[in-house]
C-alpha cells in the first residue's frame, strides 16, 4: 500500500513539473532553435507578403521563437516538347543536393497527344534551396520560350504545437526516470512490480509517440514543400491548333445521322398524339360545334 501511494505522489509531482515546464518553454526554448538560415530564409517569404500589401510586421518579442511551416506551388506554360526535359532537370537538379537538402516526394507526366501534355511535380526541401529555385524559375521558363502563371505561398504556424509537444515530451521523460526510479528502491511485491511495469511501459510508447510527431512538426519547418505544375503552351499554327476544326469534319455526317435520328424519333413519338388530338378535333367540328350551334337561339 505504501508502495502504490509513492507512485501516485510521484505521478502527481511529474505532473506538476510538467505543467512548470510547459509554461517555461513558452518564455523561451533555445534548444527547439532552428538553425539561423532556416529561419532566415523561413521568414523572408512572409515579411516580403507584409510589405507586398502596404503593412507593417508585427514587433518580435524579446527570446520569443516562431516555428512556420511554408508550402508554396508555381504554374508553368511552356511549350510541349519542353515539359519532360525541364521537369527531369529539376528533378535532377533536387537529388544532386541530396535527401539532407530537397527530396522528390511525388511526380508525373500525361501525355495526351503530341501537342498536349501536362506534368507535376512535388518537392520537399530547405527554405535555401526553394529561394534559389524560385529565384531562377522565371528566367528558366522565358529560355524554353514559355512563363510562370501562377505562384502561391502558404504559411502555418506551428510554435504553439511543438512547444507543447516538447513538453510534454519532457513531462514523460521525467515520469519514466521516476518509476524506474521506484522500480530499483521499492520492488514490492509482485503485484505492484507488474502495475508499475504496465505504467512504465505505457509513458514509454507515449514517449515514443511524442517523439516522433515532434520529429515530423520540425521536419516541417526546416524543410519546406514546393508543388510544381507543367501545362502545355500551345502554338497558333501547330496541328493540335486545327484539332477541333478537323474533329468537326470528321464528324459532319455523323452529326448529321444524329440530327435525323432525333427527328424521326421526336416524329414516332409525336406521331400517335397528333392521330389523337385530329380525331378529337374531328369529332368536335363534325359532330358535337354543330348541335351547339343548333340549339343557340335566333338573335333578336
Known amino acids: ?21 510547459s509554461d517555461r518553454a513558452y518564455e523561451s526554448s533555445p534548444a527547439m532553435a532552428p538553425p539561423p538560415e532556416a529561419m532566415k530564409m523561413a521568414d523572408a517569404p512572409m515579411e516580403e507578403a507584409v510589405a507586398a500589401e502596404g503593412g507593417e510586421a508585427a514587433p518580435e518579442t524579446a527570446g520569443a521563437v516562431q516555428y512556420i511551416a511554408y508550402s508554396h506551388s508555381i504554374g508553368l506554360r511552356i511549350p510541349v516538347a519542353a515539359i519532360e526535359p525541364t521537369m527531369q532537370a529539376h ?22 497527344s503530341e501537342d498536349q501534355a501536362s506534368a507535376s511535380l512535388n518537392i520537399r526541401a530547405t527554405p535555401v534551396w526553394i529561394n534559389t529555385f524560385l529565384g531562377g524559375i522565371e528566367a ?37 526516470e521516476r518509476i524506474e526510479e521506484l522500480l530499483a528502491d521499492r520492488p514490492g511485491n509482485l503485484g505492484e512490480l507488474l502495475e508499475t511495469q504496465r505504467e512504465l511501459a505505457r509513458v514509454n510508447g507515449e514517449i515514443d509517440s511524442l517523439t516522433s510527431s515532434l520529429a515530423a512538426l520540425r521536419q516541417r519547418v526546416n524543410m519546406s514543400q514546393l508543388s510544381v505544375g507543367y501545362e502545355t503552351k500551345t502554338d497558333p499554327l501547330s496541328q493540335g491548333a486545327l484539332e477541333p476544326l478537323g474533329h468537326a469534319f470528321g464528324s459532319f455526317f455523323y452529326n448529321l445521322a444524329s440530327a435525323v435520328a432525333a427527328v424521326v424519333t421526336a416524329f ?18 363534325r359532330l358535337i360545334w354543330p348541335r351547339i350551334r343548333r340549339k343557340k337561339p335566333p338573335a333578336a
Do not use: H
Open 268 to 285: 414516332a413519338v409525336g406521331l400517335p398524339w397528333l392521330i389523337l388530338i385530329g380525331a378529337l378535333l374531328w369529332i368536335w367540328l
Open 140 to 176: 528558366e521558363a522565358e529560355a524554353v520560350k514559355g512563363e510562370v502563371t501562377n505562384r502561391q505561398t502558404t504559411a502555418e504556424d506551428l510554435t504553439v504545437t511543438i512547444i507543447d509537444t516538447d513538453a510534454r515530451l519532457k513531462a514523460q521523460i521525467l515520469l519514466q
Open 1 to 21: 500500500m505504501k508502495f502504490r501511494v509513492s507512485l501516485a505522489a510521484a505521478a502527481s509531482a511529474i505532473v506538476l513539473a510538467a505543467c512548470g515546464a
Open 91 to 112: 528533378i535532377d537538379a533536387c537529388n544532386k543536393a541530396g535527401p539532407a537538402v530537397c527530396v522528390v516526394t511525388n511526380s508525373w507526366l500525361n501525355a495526351y
